[in-house]
């Protein structure tokens, strides 16, 4: 029923232009001058008009948006560097905002403004060195301030510092799933390459090499909240992106090459689902979900694949759960270690 | 026509095998157009997708075949058509197509010259294009379907069959193609710096070339420079897919099979494919900024505000275009110092591009603006450039770009700053140079009636997708079904199709204004905009050598717009310097 709309209201809307065009054709044969292709201060006017309106229309669009759909703001971060990205966010956004509400006023206002008329002359300018040395020093000063902030930023979540050592978890990717290796009680990986996979051992991880009997293989991601964690990244096949975006994590996955990411989960699950911000969400997501007939969702972190990886790259996701020590170490406990699973 | 022509010439060598570069130009136009609708109808398909990701679709069915059985898109086509849509619009009508077009139609006659230094290399640069816009279509029809790793085309994906059937037969196509058309590029541009250095008229000094020959001169430069580097990693990945090479690939096991490749690096072709990747956007964007440089002062009566910084920020930016490749590499382990010097290049860009921004809102203060549908896109690019230009300073800081890298934010972002940019300056510079190029004039309410649609729809299509990006959406996902907590901005998918079928749609009335009008259009005066420049000297009906006689010698800038002095609002650039313009400089 929907396309058959769809397609009407196509069919009308290239009707209606053909009838417009014709229209436009048998009134410029009747006026039998250039006036459908000169343009006149007539033309100059409604134009101009109508750019002002669009500036008015435009920023209305944009209020709508932000009040529709959400601030300008990150979703709730769930990690100790995120907030550190999240004010810079906030901040770089703010830049933004200023910019852009004060260059689109000034363009179509201008537009709007100076729209042509044939009693008047423009005014010849060529050039101001004093304007140009301002808007060059503006953007500059503010750059300066963004790209400090920025690269502070970047160099405490790439390096951060760490009283304990983080606990060391392999997340492994291939089309179209992953799993997590955790390092065990040694806390060290064992080696692993695609040319040992073999059977049960579908990481490819080595039996000979020590550290790898107290590996423990799960296929989801259990973090415990507050201690610090070192993902460490690894292909089978194509290049995968491990994107945890509650987290502010992302890092791609490469085959023959090993990527990693430090991070420390500051909320667990629990904690998160109680955040209003997240309630409200679950909240209107459910309704949705009712009126389709729906099963309703409780909100869980989740893995995400953000590199195109083949046909089902769309559902190439893992659970991720956040919660307190006790309840990991307890968990932890319940699984299989490497040895034990071969 | 065939009246003045200097030789006898045969349909073949007039309309086919020409090398008269204002032919050429037309021949570019027209291809690029035909690619154009390619890569926007293959835009609507997936949007339909991704609106409405349950409905079956009869045209799906009819347009794709087995891969749209029952109406429903397969995820394989879906990739597919976002690779090549993303391949068509970056390279064959942003780049061949635009600055094919206006660098072949300008440069000879805003310079002075009777046409490029080689005709024979301009011809076989189209031909080489021709032959590779060709070959990609026909990628489409293989049975494996067309290359399907995005437009990126990223190893191993884009190496293994394995791994999504695209990258069988229809990979090969691709790269086949794009090799080609690497080839155009570079006859093109080769073509175009020695054109611009050595046949410049009498007193056509650089500092008197209009913005356009600017723009279109770093342009080529920096094709020369960067699409040889793409080349080289086209060539790696052909010798990687059918020779048993392990450039990109190492340590492989895919769809069960271990693979023998080792000690390759996939993100050595990330580093190469970004050389050429990143002057690649300002290859797209630096020509449209230079045709709306000439149509915005024209069209204000007012000189463009800051010639000399327009040219510096020009030549600024393809500097640093060179040495910000890695913003698109944050995430891929890259070492983090490296990721600081290249969001310190990045974000460097913003200055220059605001320099250019606000020269362009002060050329239009105090003017005169002619509000005509070339310059009504031009005011469209600038407001584009400046939304899009925005939220780099997000991406371009590799802390932030963590968290909105592959998600629709840069979606959102590189569609507004360079796609709608570029396609904008496409659509002044064809309503603009219209007479020019077929001696007849385009219906204005037509133009008015395509830009405002276009124009609303487009920022209707990408400018919510920032929002769906900082929600976390991934982009090249064939539904966000598989995950609840993306249900509440299925409502903005749709909004966002609707806008791009009403925008799609938008462009037939140019479809029809363009042919109808190159056909049975006004016939146009010599110069109908009252412009300064050289091209609107030449006769209406194209000449081969463009002047009928002497090329005229150029006395002054293109910009004396509403001269203090003067007796009309436009001092053409062939009349020669009055005693009292001696005396005042300039």
Redesign the interface.
Known sequence: METLLIIVIALLAIAALTQAVRIFEISSQIKNSDSDVKVDDRDNNTQGWLMLLFIIFFFGAFAWQIAAYMDLTLPQSASEHGSDIDSLWDISMAVIVVAFLVTQPLLFGFAFRFRGNKNRKATYMEHNNKLELFWTGIPAVILAGLILYGLTTWSNVMNPVNEEEPMVIELYAKQFGWQARYAGSDNQLGYANVRLIEGVNTLGVDPGDKASANDVISNELRLPKGRAVLLKFRSQDVIHSAYLPHFRVQMNCVPGTQTQFQFTPSMTTTEMRQDPEVVEKVKRINGLRAERGEDPWEFDYVLLCNKICGSAHYNMQMKVVVEEQEDFDKWMKEQQTFAEML | MEAHAHHKETFITKYVFSTDHKMIAKQFLITGMIMGIVGVAMSLLFRLQLA?PD????ILEALLGKWGTDGIM???IY?ALVTIHGTIMVFFVLTAGLSGTFSNLLIPLQIGARDMASGFINMLSYWFFFASSVIMLISLFVESGPAS??WTI?P??SA?PQ??PGSGAGMTLWLVSMSLFIVSSLLGALNYIVTILNLRTKGMSMTRLPLTIWAFFVTAILGVLSFPVLFSAALLLIFDRSFGTSFY???????GE?LQN??????LFQHLFWFLGHPEVYIILLPALGISSEVISTN????I?????MVGSIMAIAFLSFIVWGHHMF???MN?FL??VF??TT??I??PS??K??????T?????????PGM?FS?GL??TF??GG??G??LG????D??V???YFVVGHFHIVMGLSAIFGLFAGVYHWFPKLFGR??????G??HF?VT??AA?GVF??MH?LG???L?R?????T????F??L?D?NVLISYFA?IGG?AQ??FL?NFFYSALR??KAEQN?WRSNTLEWTTPVEHIHGNWPGEIPAVHRWP?D????GAEE?FVPQIVPMSDDEMAGG?
Do not use: C, E
Not at chain 2, 249 to 255: G, Y
């Open positions: 409405w409905k079956q679709w009869p397969d995820p394989n990739l790793a995005g990223y191993p994906l293994l791994a999504i690939l190492s340590d492989i096991m895919v769809a271990l080792q000690g390759g690096s996939p993100i204000a009566r007012k000189p505000f800051g010639y000399r910084a995430v891929t382990g983090p990721g600081s969001t310190f974000l460097l913003a200055i605001a320099v921004a606000f020269n362009y809102i002060t239009l203060w105090k003017g005169n603006l002619q509000m005509t009504m005011i600038v407001s400046i939304t925005l939220t300073l997000i800081d590799s802390a932030l963590i968290n890298h592959d998600t004039r385009m219906n204005k309410n037509l008015f009636i405002w124009f609303i920022y400018f919510p929002f900082m929600a976390g991934p090249r996902y064939y539904t966000n598989a995950f609840p907590m249900d509440d299925a903005i079928i749609i037939l009335v029809y259009g006004k109908p910009y717009y509403s001269k203090p609002d300039h």
